[in-house]
């Protein structure tokens, strides 16, 4: 499934042909800049995970067909006041110390979860003048850092601008460096699996005795016989004593495996919602899920 997302209406003139609004295989080019010349919508996302994505395209593009013609102050107050984006940004921001980009020239345009891949898409603009993001501490914060003519009035943590300031630039990219550097090494202590007899991993009941002797009653000093072996198919059977996953960023653990919990509880409330992704009510484009990266080009 796809990490990335663009809503907005799929009658847009931002670009020829249009933006493709659903769930894609990259983030589709279009043109920024500050102010810009261009509607803030269709907006593009480049979330850590699928379900991001998902839950970005079943709340988010809704609000959007129904407010995306609004002038900018306007559309930023609406969002401020939606109870269903303000509970997705809720959502999002129960990952504690992260930070959401909002690149407004560059090549590709758009929010992203990772710092990383938002100064990776910069670097693809062949000068540094059209390289330029502003980073927030809420989701809601960075959409409204990318609907807004003017998002140095919005304070932003930093603003991200190697063309204009080459020093301050380079420190906010170290800052990113390590920021990913101490969630990898997190990950990496995450789970360490022991061979001490002393302290075992929790167990499964026994399905088969020993062929001739009966069980030993169990004694707080007696060893505990290893399970029998498994394959694990379910995901939920290898949430306990199971090493976590390194993503190709350099071992982050998703976003919403800390958060499993709140997505649970998170389905009841945006269940209607979800139909969205049918296009049922609101006219909703479907997702794309083959296209295809348009060419990289600069940003401005």
Not at 41 to 57: G, H, L, V
Not at 80 to 103: C, I, P, S
Not at 207 to 221: D, E, G, K, R, Y
Request: net charge positive; proline share 11%; aromatic share 8%.
């Amino acid at each position: 499934m796809s990490r990335f997302v663009c809503v907005g209406s799929p009658k847009n003139t931002v670009t020829d042909p249009p933006l493709q609004p659903g769930l894609c295989n990259s983030m589709q080019w279009r043109p920024g800049g500050v102010p810009g010349k261009h509607p803030a919508f269709p907006m593009s996302f480049q979330c850590d995970t699928a379900d991001e994505a998902q839950r970005i395209w079943s709340v988010m593009q809704p609000w959007v067909l129904r407010n995306h013609k609004k002038a900018p102050d306007l559309l930023i107050a609406s969002l401020q006041a939606d109870r269903k984006m303000l509970e997705l940004g809720a959502l999002f921001n129960q990952v504690t110390d992260h930070v959401y980009w909002a690149v407004r020239l560059g090549g590709g345009v758009g929010v992203y979860f990772s710092g990383m891949e938002a100064m990776s898409s910069m670097d693809h603009s062949s000068e540094t003048r059209f390289r330029r993001a502003f980073t927030f501490k809420t989701f809601i914060e960075a959409v409204a850092g990318m609907i807004s003519p003017n998002p140095p009035a919005l304070h932003p943590l930093h603003d991200y601008y190697p063309g204009k300031f080459p020093v301050q630039a380079e420190n906010i990219r170290q800052i990113a460096e390590n920021q990913l550097a101490t969630l990898s090494s997190e990950s990496s202590d995450v789970y360490v699996p022991s061979t001490s007899a002393s302290a075992p991993a929790p167990q499964p009941p026994s399905v088969q005795s020993p062929p001739v002797l009966p069980p030993a009653q169990p004694s707080v000093h007696s060893p505990v016989a290893p399970p029998p072996t498994q394959d694990h198919t379910n995901i939920f059977n290898v949430t306990i004593g199971s090493p976590s996953t390194p993503s190709r960023r350099g071992g982050n653990l998703s976003r919403l495996e800390h958060n499993r919990g709140h997505w649970k509880r998170y389905e009841a409330r945006v269940r209607d919602s979800n139909a969205v992704t049918t296009g049922r009510g609101i006219g909703a484009a479907k997702p794309s899920s083959t296209m295809q990266t348009k060419r990289v080009g600069d940003g401005g």
